[in-house]
């Protein structure tokens, strides 16, 4: 009798059970004899790093993919579920971290796409109206319904997301790192729907990397490593520690501790910037700053509010609109250009946010990967004029055992490594080239929580060389750790810069939701006195 | 997938494809009344069966392996040139700029002069569609396309108005001299006392091997082609990577246009001898299928020139023995090849990628087990 039946409400059977499913794509075992149950009314966690098999599991249970072996029951009946559509009719439902929702339609229209219930669309949609609001009171999950989903907030689309799996009857909902996108104060709410949900009789599957969302909002949780159950448990019964523990199947150090003195002379320096998208609307407005030596410079906020465009700026992909911006020995400003290639020979290295689409190219091999960016330095043996393929396997072999790259296959196809190790072939090659300055855009995304520790470690270690760096990121945690001061940005503008000793996780939200640094200060030194 | 299962699945697709273009074009011959067995017989001796044969199917398939590798660099820079057919006509230009310049010139004097002048004007010609595209984003198809037709009426009216001989009413150009005439096979093959009937095939074969090998070294490895590949295959990654990306695609068009132009040289210098209206019709748009067969390799661009060489070798002689086999009967059969092997090749490959790599897996699999069992 697995364990986790001492706390099943008696009579109930488990929302859903998953027994002995196994599903592996080609040689590659993504769930192995996975066997855990999901209580019915209640918020379950799953946690596990990348690749670790949570994705294919819930995508097993959603219908995109079919277990080899093994079966599913839901509510203690076994069930086929081949589509996602055969899933929503048992009463799946699932809010894709990446929003399934056409923008230029309005909420309602939104809810109602794809179970429109007929096709002329006049008479019903004042039932479908009434059902939505009903739901929205009944789980607290209030939003505008006649407004265009692109003028929503993204936490707000994340409700009508929740909203649309709900009115095709979803009981339980499959929610795919929620809180990636959202400030810390969005998070909160969504957990209150959560509780809200539960207590309806709802079942919450909450996927996620963060283990304090876990211990926070969760009843129970599942921990995978390597495609397999590691245990389920209830979350009273456990820490954080112990999870991560779990997780990883060793112990994990914190790698951010020593910290130089922060250097004299400035070398990264922005200046009144102010950077315009096509339609004219300000992406970054009137942002200065200054980075010197053995400095990091984290820059918090929500993503999508300007720090992409200060990123593309940085490499030289976005022009300046007004203000100036200097890197080293180049300096250039409005109605100047500068190319990317001129930054980097000025001594910039890059690591862009969006890794396979900016950063490496995923059809190609480690090898080929490793000198991308840094093929003009001079600094890579063999590649000259002409690029002498087996002295470039060599540099990236080496590159790659310097940091920990596995499979230490210099002629494996880059996208089938996992996200950790592919950021860590990107570090390790940025780095190679002794730059001076470092911009790093969201240097663990997708990444385990192994990889994270050598990534924030490398970044340290350049750190106390006398790097300057700046780090984007919208995880606060990361920011924090790594960050002598911190930028927090909202709508392009900058609400401020934090010194180490003022870092605090309510201080940043309400800077990230648009609060000045000074209101939010004060905000919270009131909090801290009541 | 290892890369041995890719490369064999790729020419196993490919072979099934012909196959069934072949088939296709049986039923054809056969609705025309004619034995489709007899028929294959007569292509595939008029294309290989003679030396002379032989020789016109390695003449056209010259012309194949330029335009295939036209198509190939810039499908590497992922833009998709069909302007090649232009680019070989104004190409056209240069080789007889060249002889007009040179007429007293011995040919292997004049020739790579005559490879650069026609490679500038093909480039030239690419320039224009590849200088909007990268700067203001028109469509490289519709404006290659569009400098196909203008190329057509340039050269009707430089070949009417300027380069015909006076009082003649054929629109061509007067033969250009004899001593520029490139030497052509039958000729070394008489020096070794082999003799052959004429055939246009000549030492442009020999320059159509040596393109082969430097657009391999160009773009597999040079730095120039490994960015080029980069543009390519993630052309945001290119750019935050310092490559000008805009300037790398105008580059590769224009290296495309050029590869396109050689076949004037080929052509003028090496068979007709004169500048004659239409003299790369077809060529060009052939090219794409060469290079979507030859996956866009040229190690595969060889063997597909080849192929298509022999397509219209082995044509030509089935229209001259078939009485009801007519030109356009052959234009058709061409058609199904091109359509199979060309516009349907994405179809099969990955299917037949994977059932070649699942066969490799198993053959291990089985061959594993044997030394396991002795």
Request: hydrophobic share 50%; glycine share 10%; charged share 15%.
């Amino acid at each position: 009798m697995p364990a986790e039946d001492r706390h099943a409400p008696a009579g109930r059977p488990p929302a859903v059970q998953f027994v002995n499913l196994s599903k592996s794509f080609g040689t590659l075992i993504a769930n192995e004899k996975v066997t855990f149950d999901i209580q019915s009314g209640t918020v379950h966690g799953i946690v596990g790093e990348n690749g670790a098999g949570k994705s294919t599991l819930m995508s097993v249970l959603f219908g995109i993919y079919q277990a080899d072996e093994g079966e599913i029951r839901l509510r203690g009946k076994p069930v086929r579920i081949n589509t996602p559509a055969q899933a929503i009719r048992h009463g799946v439902g699932m809010v894709h971290q990446h929003f399934m929702l056409v923008e230029r339609l309005s909420a309602l229209q939104n809810v109602i796409l794809g179970s429109e219930d007929g096709y002329w669309l006049g008479k019903r949609s004042a039932k479908a109206r009434a059902r939505v609001v009903e739901i929205q009171d009944r789980y607290g999950l209030h939003f505008p319904i006649d407004a265009l989903v692109r003028d929503l907030p993204v936490g707000v689309q994340q409700r009508v997301e929740i909203v649309k799996s709900l009115y095709r009857g979803a009981d339980v909902l499959i929610l795919d790192e929620p809180t990636s996108v959202l400030t810390p104060q969005e998070v909160q709410s969504l957990f209150t729907v959560f509780g809200e949900l539960a207590a309806e009789g709802k079942t919450v599957v909450l996927i996620t990397h963060k283990l304090q969302e876990i211990i926070d909002v969760t009843s129970s949780v599942t921990v995978l490593r390597h495609g397999r159950v590691v245990g389920t448990m209830r979350t009273s019964e456990t820490t954080k520690g112990r999870l991560a523990e779990m997780m990883v199947g060793r112990k994990i150090q914190n790698a951010t501790g020593h910290r130089s003195q922060v250097g004299t002379d400035v070398r990264i320096a922005v200046n009144a910037l102010s950077i315009k998208d096509e339609l004219g609307v300000d992406r970054v407005r009137d942002l200065s700053f200054e980075i010197r030596s053995s400095e990091i410079l984290g820059v918090a906020g929500v993503s999508g509010n300007g720090q992409t465009e200060l990123i593309a700026c940085l490499a030289g992909l976005e022009r300046i609109d007004a203000g100036s911006v200097k890197l080293g020995a180049l300096q250039w400003r409005s109605g100047q250009s500068v190319s990317p290639l001129q930054i980097r020979q000025a001594g910039v290295a890059l690591v862009p946010e969006d890794r396979l689409r900016h950063a490496v190219v995923g059809s190609w091999n480690a090898r080929d990967n490793s000198v991308l960016g840094i093929q003009r330095s001079g600094k890579v043996p063999g590649l000259g004029f002409r690029m002498h393929t087996a002295r470039m396997a060599a540099w990236c072999r080496a590159l790659m055992e310097k940091h920990d790259v596995r499979p230490l296959d210099p002629l494996r196809r880059t996208s089938v490594f996992s996200g950790g190790n592919q950021q860590k072939l990107v570090i390790g090659r940025e780095l190679s080239t002794r730059p001076e300055m470092i911009i790093v855009g969201q240097p663990t995304r997708g990444v385990d929580v192994g990889a994270i520790e050598s990534i924030h470690a490398s970044l340290m270690a350049e750190r106390n060389a006398g790097r300057a760096l700046l780090v984007v990121s919208v995880e606060l945690e990361e920011v924090m750790a790594l960050s002598d001061r911190i930028l927090v940005m909202f709508e392009g503008r900058p609400m401020g810069i934090l010194e180490r000793d003022e870092f605090n996780e309510t201080t940043i939200g309400l800077m990230m939701a648009g609060s000045s640094r000074a209101d939010a200060l004060a905000q919270v030194g009131q909090e801290a006195c009541s | 997938m290892s890369r041995t299962a890719t490369a064999l699945g790729s020419v196993l697709a490919a072979l099934i494809n012909i196959a069934f273009a072949l088939v296709l074009g049986a039923v054809l011959i056969a609705a025309v009344g004619e034995d489709p067995v007899a028929a294959f017989f007569v292509a595939i001796t008029g294309a290989f069966g003679s030396l002379d044969g032989l020789a016109y199917t390695l003449h056209y398939a010259t012309n194949f392996i330029f335009s295939g590798l036209a198509v190939a660099v810039a499908a590497h820079a992922m833009q998709f040139n069909i302007g090649g057919e232009g680019q070989a006509y104004v190409g056209g230009l240069g080789t007889l700029g060249i002889c007009m310049l040179l007429p007293w010139a011995p040919w292997w004097a004049a020739l790579p002069f005559a490879i650069l002048a026609s490679m500038a004007f093909g480039a030239l010609w690419a320039f224009v569609p590849a200088y909007m595209a990268a700067r203001r984003g028109s469509h490289l198809v519709i404006t290659t396309i569009m400098f196909n037709f203008l190329a057509s009426l340039l050269m009707i009216y430089l070949i009417v108005n300027h380069f015909r001989e006076d009082g003649s009413m054929i629109p061509s150009s007067g033969p250009i001299a004899e001593n520029l005439f490139l030497l052509r096979f039958d000729q070394i093959l008489m020096a070794f006392g082999v003799e052959i009937p004429e055939s246009p095939l000549n030492v442009m074969a020999l320059v159509a091997l040596a393109a082969c090998a430097a657009i391999t070294f160009l773009i597999w490895h040079t730095r120039w082609g490994y960015e080029l590949r980069a543009v390519g295959a993630n052309a945001a990654a290119a750019s935050f990577a310092g490559v000008n990306v805009n300037r790398l695609v105008v580059q590769a068009i224009c290296l495309s246009g050029g590869l396109a132009g050689l076949i004037a040289v080929n052509e003028i210098m090496g068979a007709q001898h004169r500048l004659m209206l239409d003299f790369a019709l077809g060529y060009g748009f052939t090219g794409i299928a060469v290079a979507m067969i030859g996956a866009n390799h040229p190690a595969g661009i060889m063997p597909a020139a080849i192929l298509f060489g022999a397509l219209y070798q082995g044509g030509a002689s089935l229209s001259f023995l078939f009485p009801s086999v007519s030109r356009d009967v052959v234009t058709v059969l061409q058609g199904l090849v091109i359509l199979f092997a060309g516009g349907l090749a994405h179809v099969l490959r990955p299917i037949s990628i994977a059932a070649v790599s699942a066969l490799l897996e198993k053959s291990k699999a089985g061959k594993a087990g044997v030394s396991w069992n002795s």
